[in-house]
């Protein structure tokens, strides 16, 4: 049994309550890649080992290795492990009009904009964090959050140089 690797979501099955996912090969590559339940390519079941059973979260993209079944109808997940991207922090001014400090990872960009932001999560550094924070994907967290910190205090200066009142934080 030739042991193969990929990434993969798990979702909870209607019928059995467990988490599942879905494999299609790659016709060119020939590799196995994650797909979802709707999926038009041709895809194949993944059942995760006895082992990791009550370990895994739904929705969360996974680093696993896959045995086939032994009948080939699917695949046995023997091991997985949550990816983590490594973040880039960027701040972005147009003075008078832009003020952003963006926090992108994997195919994920979260972005602090105190000026034109139109929800808490966005607007506000506490919204910011908490979103961060809440986060398992992010390779090295806690030095991002630092580092977002100090981005985002940097550009709330520039921000009242520039003649924008900033609304400080609301902690009781």
């Keep these: 049994m030739a042991v193969e690797k990929s990434q993969i979501k798990f979702i909870k099955s209607e019928q059995t309550g467990e988490l599942i996912g879905f494999v299609s090969r790659h016709s060119r590559t020939k590799k196995l890649k994650g797909v979802r339940e709707g ?45 983590q991207f490594k973040a880039e922090i960027e701040t972005i001014i147009i003075t008078k009009s832009i003020y952003q400090v963006c926090v992108t990872f994997g195919n994920k960009t979260i972005f602090y904009d105190p000026k034109d932001g139109k929800s808490k999560s966005r607007k506000t550094l506490e919204g910011v964090l908490e979103i961060l924070k809440g986060r398992k994907d992010i390779e090295d967290k806690e030095k991002v959050i630092e580092e977002f910190i100090h981005k985002a205090q940097k550009l709330n200066e520039r921000m009242e140089q520039d003649g924008f009142y900033i609304k400080k934080s609301s902690k009781k």
């Design 39 to 83: 999926s038009l390519y041709g895809k194949k079941i993944c059942v995760l080992s006895e082992n990791l059973k009550g370990k895994l979260v739904e929705n969360v993209l996974y680093n696993v290795e896959l045995v086939p079944m032994n009948q080939g109808n699917g695949y046995v997940v023997l091991e997985a492990t949550p990816a």
